[in-house]
């Protein structure tokens, strides 16, 4: 979006879908008493490219309608990316730490399923753990929240290159290697020995 005219984003069908779907236009225009919904709720893989999505839309919010994220109207949903069950117990862990404490609770002769994205989970699993309002986990957005991804997106998509390398070298990691089935492994073999 960064360095895009109004009329180019415009011409990204997933945005007019969105700008119809909530109904109120676009700044300066934006008229909150015309939302179709009272909560407008990002929904995106629990990855890297699912958190530069949920950046993307919340800078599109905050530059186009920022009179709903004022009024607290948009939320993040957060997908579980673990499963750890044994029978007919079944826990979601969010992160690494809590996978620690679910696998306790759980014990041993635990299984564990880790799910790259939304599209690995089962319609049942994902209205469970996401979409259900019983059970699923929202965030809510607040305008610093709004501001924060706007600058990122800024910095990593702007014109000032140095920005970009600086913010680059403090928080990249291309050589990162995924290290959870390792983890596993190990866990496995302990389990196993015991």
């Known amino acids: 979006m960064e360095k895009k005219r109004l009329d180019q984003i415009l011409a990204n069908e997933e945005i007019r879908t ?11 225009d934006f008229k909150l008493d015309k939302i179709n919904y009272h909560k407008v709720i990002i929904l995106s893989d ?19 309608m920022r009179p709903l994220v004022n009024a607290g109207h948009v939320y993040i949903g957060m997908p579980p990316l ?12 969010y992160d690494d730490k809590e996978l620690s ?33 019983a059970t699923r ?14 600058r990122m997106i800024t910095t990593l998509m702007g014109d000032k290159v ?3 390398k600086e913010f680059l070298a403090k928080y990249a990691n ?9 983890k596993i492994e190990k866990k496995e073999a302990v389990n196993g020995e015991e």
């Open 137 to 150: 986990n929202l965030t809510q957005v607040t305008v610093e929240d709004a501001a924060k991804a706007e």
């Open 18 to 28: 969105i700008i119809s779907a909530i109904g109120a236009g676009l700044d300066p």
């Open 82 to 93: 673990y499963k750890v069950y044994k029978g007919d117990k079944v826990e979601y862990a």
């Open 46 to 64: 629990a990855d890297q490219d699912g958190m530069h999505i949920r950046c993307i839309l919340l800078t599109f919010f905050f530059r186009y």
């Open 174 to 182: 291309f050589n990162k290697r995924d290290t959870f089935m390792d």
């Open 162 to 164: 140095e920005g970009r």
């Open 101 to 133: 404490q679910k696998i306790a609770k759980i014990g041993k002769g635990y299984q564990l399923q880790r799910y790259k994205g939304l599209g690995e989970m089962s319609a049942e699993q994902l209205w469970e753990t996401t979409m259900n309002p």
